[in-house]
């Protein structure tokens, strides 16, 4: 009888409870009106549980729905009525606030992201919260609006009077024109393709994308070529670079040698590692990858070898940046890509320098990543949402002041025809700088998600000219051969850059910036040295130069059935002084009579046809005399015999210069 009085006792109060407890009618539209009549019953009935209940199931409806700055701005209203949630509602609070800062407003809540920046300026957040704000009208274009509105939010922001500077500026700036160009349904597809690296030549063009047919598994590493002007069907690169998981590829080499690619291969130290592949002739070797600490148990990508193959660059979250640690993938400024650095490291002869980071100039806070540096050795472009830009990461354009690798020019925005209000990343700067390519998301042109294209450059924002160099390395037999390219400088023997040609067809590719005096030679076991010059120091634009180049071999010099003209020996004009250009090729050709046991050398001038027969022979002579007086320094008991022919064996009509030569025969 007690247990049954209990009981009733119990569904009576039950009753009375559900009598009791207001109805929220939560399964009713978030229109103002509900809202507002939510807000009087949870301030009327907290902290009680359903008052509680209301609360959480309305933030984490707009949470749900893709708009979180209500859930946090609704949230924020009422926690302070809960005391004994405080802990839960704090952790969801932050959890709406850093998501809401990754989203963009729509025409409805964008005042709350401008409540937002007033209430919590000057933080990092707020500035954050202001450029979301304003996203809108910088997407369509209102610029007036969005100057209005930087002037009306710049004083609340006095830690940011730079960047609002440079938002006016970038927003003012004149339009030029820019055509930006899909690369074709060939190339893109109803998926996403990204991470464009053009062949220094344009005749090929390397990217991600998703699974497509023809594809390996996941996201593949796939090049298109170029064929009258039209990007033809991709072909995939095969299993020596994809496979089941993902592949992702960063750069590719100046000569067209490596391929930067980077992801969770076999051997990873971390979460992501950078790797490398070579060509080896119409294929590719093996995937290597870099050692430590280039790669470490953090993130690290975007790896960029330099054209002279003497430094890579790369990004990474590891600690010690410029900044407070802050892994990728962690909310913060608006994004998840952490603290990200870009670094560099050099090649030594022990292998690869410790890490420098590229300082505070280049690097923020915040993320920078996606570096690629020019050819022309100065120019690096990268992408960053630490620096003043439109929103996300922006495209900006810095130049190398010295070799510290420290000392860059003041990062420039490259403008608003370019950067976006979401992430800009990837830019591939062709290497004549005037136009890149970049991947889009979701355009009006587009086939898919992510698109490739193609877009001018504005003219401040392109690199310095370059010269291309490029042909087909030989034996004096016409067969194609793989050698070491090297290319110094003339007036300082410092060796600028090496590369190799390719093993099956001979061809080899090098870029040098305009403003030098060049040697470059060819060197391969067996042969000797060959080698050419140009000079730029005097040039402005760049263009392209096709210079094929014949070795002779050691057999055939020993046979006597070759000479070898040595091409890097310069006289002033009238005279057989040895110019200082001619050292290092003086001291390769002494290395070379050294380690080949010469013993015998028969050194033969030659002039051009300017002058009497009689005088070009005489200065033909001096000239080989004077080789022949600095080989001897060092080999003093070498057997030299000197001739001087003149203007007697021309080897080339059109060209009188190329007459003017040394020549060595190994007897």
């Not at 953090?298 to 900044?323: C, M, Q, W, Y």
Request: proline letters at 4%.
């Amino acid at each position: 009888m007690k247990l049954i009085r209990l009981f009733f006792l119990f569904v009576l109060s039950s009753v009375l409870y559900a009598q009791n407890t207001p109805d929220y009618q939560l399964n009713k539209p978030l229109t103002t009106e509900n809202l507002d009549r939510l807000d009087s019953m949870i301030k009327v009935n907290a902290p009680d549980a359903a008052a509680y209940n209301a609360v959480t199931q309305v933030a984490y409806t707009f949470y749900r729905i893709g708009k979180s700055i209500n859930a946090f701005t609704w949230l924020e209203r009422y926690t302070h009525l809960f005391p004994e949630q405080e802990k839960v509602l704090l952790d969801n609070l932050k959890q709406y606030e850093n998501n809401a800062l990754t989203q963009y407003p729509d025409s409805v809540n964008r005042a709350l992201y401008e409540s937002y920046a007033i209430r919590y300026a000057p933080t990092e957040d707020a500035y954050v919260a202001f450029t979301r704000y304003i996203s809108d009208d910088i997407n369509y274009g209102r610029w007036q609006n969005a100057i209005n509105d930087i002037k009306r939010f710049a004083p609340a922001f006095p830690n940011k009077q730079q960047h609002f500077q440079d938002l006016i500026e970038i927003i003012t700036r004149k339009d030029e024109g820019l055509r930006v160009t899909n690369l074709g349904d060939k190339i893109n597809t109803y998926v996403s393709e990204w991470d464009p690296n053009p062949t220094s030549e344009g005749t090929q063009i390397y990217f991600s994308g998703n699974p497509r047919a023809g594809g390996l598994g996941g996201d593949d590493v796939w090049v298109s070529s170029l064929v009258d002007g039209v990007w033809q069907v991709p072909q995939n690169l095969g299993p020596k670079i994809n496979g089941e998981r993902d592949e992702t590829i960063d750069n590719i080499s100046a000569d067209g040698n490596t391929l930067l690619l980077s992801g969770d291969f076999m051997g990873t130290f971390g979460k992501f590692d950078i790797y490398a592949i070579d060509k080896v002739g119409d294929d590719w070797g093996d995937l290597y990858h870099y050692p430590y600490p280039i790669n470490t148990e953090h993130v690290d990508e975007g790896g960029n070898i330099t054209a002279d193959r003497k430094a890579l660059l790369f990004s990474s979250d590891r600690p010690g940046g410029i900044g407070e640690f802050i892994p990728l993938n962690t909310y913060g400024n608006g994004s998840i890509m952490g603290n990200m650095d870009i670094y560099v490291c050099f090649m030594t002869d022990s292998g690869w320098s410790n890490p420098v980071n590229l300082g505070k100039t280049i690097n923020t806070p915040y993320a920078e990543r996606s570096p690629y540096l020019h050819p022309d050795g100065k120019s690096l472009y990268f992408s960053s949402d630490g620096h003043a830009g439109l929103g996300g990461l922006d495209v900006f354009k810095s130049v190398r002041l010295d070799e510290t690798w420290t000392n860059w020019s003041k990062p420039v925005n490259l403008g608003k025809e370019i950067n976006t209000i979401l992430n800009d990343w990837g830019y591939k700067v062709g290497i004549t700088g005037d136009s890149a390519f970049f991947s889009g998301f979701a355009r009006t042109n587009g086939y898919g998600q992510w698109d490739l294209y193609s877009v001018t450059l504005p003219k401040d924002a392109r690199p310095n000219p370059i010269v291309m160099v490029s042909g087909t390395i030989t034996d004096n037999k016409g067969n194609n051969l793989q050698a070491d390219v090297i290319w110094e400088d003339l007036t300082t023997g410092e060796v600028l850059g090496t590369t190799k040609s390719n093993m099956m067809s001979g061809h080899y590719f090098i870029a040098l910036p305009v403003g030098k005096n060049y040697g470059y030679y060819v060197k391969k076991d067996g042969y000797y040295p060959t080698s050419n010059s140009i000079d730029l120091t005097k040039s402005k634009d760049g263009d392209r130069r096709k210079v094929d180049i014949e070795i002779v071999s050691i057999s055939d010099m020993k046979n006597k059935s070759s000479s070898i003209t040595i091409n890097n020996i310069f006289f002033d004009f009238d005279s057989a002084i040895l110019k200082k250009e001619s050292t290092s090729e003086l001291l390769r050709l002494v290395d070379f009579v050294k380690k080949n046991s010469v013993e015998k050398l028969k050194i033969i001038g030659h002039t051009d046809k300017v002058g009497t027969e009689e005088y070009n022979k005489k200065l033909s002579l001096n000239r080989a005399i004077s080789v022949k007086e600095y080989i001897i320094k060092s080999l003093p008991k070498m057997n030299i015999t000197t001739i001087g022919k003149g203007a007697t064996e021309p080897i080339d009509s059109s060209d009188d210069s190329k007459n003017r030569r040394v020549e060595i025969i190994m007897e």
